[in-house]
């Protein structure tokens, strides 16, 4: 019988971008748990910031200094926390960045800098950690951070929602290849949360679109949803604790949207 677990007891995980708000949030929610945590991140001080409150309550953690468009950071980061635990189990592709500007105004600089973020570094830490994964079929879990625009779309994200479906397709083809190796693949697809790059969004769109704060809220953020409520970063901690300690393969390749219904699949 399936029983559900929410214990990383002897777990290894990379996770990325936590030094702050969803990234993490999922490394406290790791550590509690019982797994020993990577922080990666291109802000060195917040990674230290996030492994003292791991310290603090009793847990055990890296910092590591990552950007994850850079393939000699992230072999270098990923070796020395393998070096560092013994291992690699669970990765967490979550760095990223939001550029708000409609298309015939988006420079190609940004593009390229947005879609490198998420893309080149979802690649590169995939391919850094299955690595290890790989190795006799020991297996392991990668979760992407998307959005619920690796489904949907709105305006003035070009980049970004570009980006989000490559993570989807890249979830997708992982899974596949992963398989034989015990690796295995899931993507969550959040709705608005409600960080610190979302708060910088909501004066940026209203002053594109001529509208009030309020209105981007509730007019444009949370319009979808089905009770106007934003999703909580601790919605999407708790959806990595039960897809990376989840005991079977069966949710493997697949987005789980934490949207309040919005874009229901």
């Given at each position: 019988m399936t029983q559900i677990c929410q214990d990383l007891t002897g777990k290894v995980a990379l996770i990325t971008g936590a030094a702050a708000g969803i990234g993490r949030d999922i490394a406290l929610t790791y550590a509690q748990a019982g797994a020993k945590i990577g922080v990666a991140d291109i802000n060195l001080d917040g990674a230290r910031e996030t492994v003292q409150m791991i310290k603090d309550n009793g847990g055990e953690a890296l910092a590591i200094n990552m950007?994850?468009?850079?393939?000699?950071?992230?072999?270098?980061?990923?070796?020395?926390?393998?070096?560092?635990?013994?291992?690699?189990?669970?990765?967490?592709?979550?760095?990223?960045?939001?550029?708000?500007?409609?298309?015939?105004?988006?420079?190609?600089?940004?593009?390229?800098?947005?879609?490198?973020?998420?893309?080149?570094?979802?690649?590169?830490?995939?391919?850094?950690?299955?690595?290890?994964?790989?190795?006799?079929?020991?297996?392991?879990?990668?979760?992407?951070?998307?959005?619920?625009?690796?489904?949907?779309?709105?305006?003035?994200?070009?980049?970004?929602?570009?980006?989000?479906?490559?993570?989807?397709?890249?979830?997708?083809?992982?899974?596949?290849?992963?398989?034989?190796?015990?690796?295995?693949?899931h993507m969550i697809s959040p709705g608005f949360v409600r960080t610190a790059m979302v708060n910088e969004q909501i004066p940026l769109q209203a002053k594109e679109k001529g509208i009030t704060e309020d209105e981007v809220v509730n007019d444009i953020m949370l319009v979808n949803t089905l009770n106007k409520e934003f999703t909580t970063i601790e919605d999407v901690s708790q959806t990595a604790l039960f897809l990376a300690a989840f005991p079977t393969n069966v949710f493997t390749g697949q987005s789980i949207n934490a949207s309040h219904g919005w874009c229901m699949r």
């Open positions: 950007d994850v468009r850079e393939e000699d950071q992230v072999n270098s980061g990923t070796k020395e926390l393998v070096d560092t635990f013994g291992g690699l189990d669970i990765l967490v592709s979550n760095a990223g960045i939001q550029l708000i500007d409609p298309i015939n105004k988006m420079s190609f600089d940004n593009w390229k800098r947005l879609l490198a973020t998420h893309l080149d570094g979802g690649f590169l830490t995939t391919k850094a950690a299955v690595e290890y994964m790989y190795k006799d079929n020991k297996g392991g879990t990668i979760i992407y951070i998307g959005s619920i625009h690796a489904h949907d779309a709105s305006l003035f994200k070009t980049p970004y929602i570009t980006a989000k479906h490559g993570l989807l397709g890249l979830c997708r083809a992982v899974a596949k290849e992963g398989a034989p190796h015990n690796v295995r693949t």
